[in-house]
T-cell receptor, first 115, second 114 residues
Framework: DAGVIQSPRHEVTEMGQEVTLRCKPISGHDYLFWYRQTMMRGLELLIYFNNNVPIDDSGMPEDRFSAKMPNASFSTLKIQPSEPRDSAVYFC?????????????FGQGTRLTVV | DAKTTQPTSMDCAEGRAANLPCNHSTISGNEYVYWYRQIHSQGPQYIIHGLKNNETNEMASLIITEDRKSSTLILPHATLRDTAVYYCIVSSSDSGGSNYKLTFGKGTLLTVNP
């Protein structure tokens, strides 16, 4: 398997524009996580899904952020409208649940810059 | 989730063992201890996890105290490529629900020196 695949790797956009980040989890994994990382706040969990259903979105910063998982092979994180403070590296991770094993596999991340 | 406390940074000489401590005094009975690391600009990478017994794999060893309130990650022969931020996380083993998630703290920046 190629691992968790995120696209794009880099995104530069202007303030006010819509941004869509994409993630393809590892085949067969039933959990998918979205994280955001900044120098100031570290690695923050935004939302996670189990079998395509959002379980906990308490980390989503505000209504400008939304995430979907229409099927087991694809998830998106959308920011609309984007703001400079949204600049960060966004990571997607997936895992397969087995009692006592929460090994999560992370993608390479999307570096978002909002100017 | 139980919170963890780790030193902000540590140094280690190349070829020596690196011992990274973690305190998790409020850990509950069904929570595992996980260690991940993040090399600069990459996504975090799983290292090892355990419940109450010591664990070893090809990357590291995990020593958990008998009361489970603290643990130590051991890299037996640190190399320059082990320079990274190391995260200690506790997470429930219960299936589904809001308890099954990995919440990262600030971690420990381990610098391996030549």
């Amino acid at each position: 398997d190629a691992g968790v695949i995120q696209s794009p790797r880099h995104e530069v956009t202007e303030m006010g524009q819509e941004v869509t980040l994409r993630c393809k989890p590892i085949s067969g994994h039933d959990y998918l996580f979205w994280y955001r990382q900044t120098m100031m706040r570290g690695l923050e969990l935004l939302i996670y899904f189990n079998n395509n259903v959002p379980i906990d979105d308490s980390g989503m910063p505000e209504d400008r952020f939304s995430a979907k998982m229409p099927n087991a092979s694809f998830s998106t994180l959308k920011i609309q409208p984007s703001e400079p403070r949204d600049s960060a590296v966004y990571f997607c991770a997936s895992s397969f649940y087995a009692r006592g094993n929460t090994e999560a596999f992370f993608g390479q991340g999307t570096r978002l810059t909002v100017v | 989730d139980a919170k963890t406390t780790q030193p902000t940074s540590m140094d280690c000489a190349e070829g020596r063992a690196a011992n990274l401590p973690c305190n998790h005094s409020t850990i509950s009975g069904n929570e595992y201890v996980y260690w991940y690391r993040q090399i600069h600009s990459q996504g975090p990478q799983y290292i090892i996890h355990g419940l109450k017994n010591n664990e070893t794999n090809e990357m590291a060893s995990l020593i958990i105290t008998e009361d489970r309130k603290s643990s130590t990650l051991i890299l037996p022969h640190a190399t320059l490529r082990d320079t990274a931020v190391y995260y200690c996380i506790v997470s429930s083993s219960d299936s589904g629900g809001s308890n099954y998630k990995l919440t990262f703290g600030k971690g420990t920046l381990l610098t391996v020196n030549p």
